[in-house]
């Protein structure tokens, strides 16, 4: 059974940092490209960044570009979200989630095919 397992969320302050990780098990995600998504409570799941599966090409949202960086390590078949200078409209259920379709630049959710169960980050002004 495939499975993605996100951790690394929590209560920050504003300007703080954290870093999320989503290991892989079940089966090989190396190949494909990833993602994180995000959802704060009463709004819609929005993509925050994506990484080819090579790792060499990375999209983020402009709301967080320069301030948060996805990485991965396919050796350990994770996933990285470095986010720095944490802002309280960062504060959702983060999300990450593999596109078997092989397409690294979807921002739309509907093209990830697994997903992990979330963690929570909360930044407190």
Do not use: H
């Amino acid at each position: 059974q495939a499975q993605l397992v996100e951790s690394g969320g929590g209560l920050v302050q504003a300007g703080d940092s954290l870093r999320l990780s989503c290991a892989a098990s079940g089966r090989t995600f190396s190949s494909y490209p990833m993602g994180w998504f995000r959802q704060a409570p009463g709004k819609e799941r929005e993509f925050v960044c994506a990484i080819s599966g090579s790792g060499n090409t990375k999209y983020y949202a402009d709301s967080v570009k320069g301030r948060f960086t996805i990485s991965r390590d396919n050796a350990k078949k994770t996933v990285y979200l470095q986010m720095n200078s944490l802002k309280p409209e960062d504060t959702a259920v983060y999300f990450c989630a593999a596109n078997l379709g092989g397409y690294s630049g979807s921002i739309d959710p509907s093209n990830y095919d697994y997903w992990g169960q979330g963690t929570q980050v909360t930044v407190s002004s």
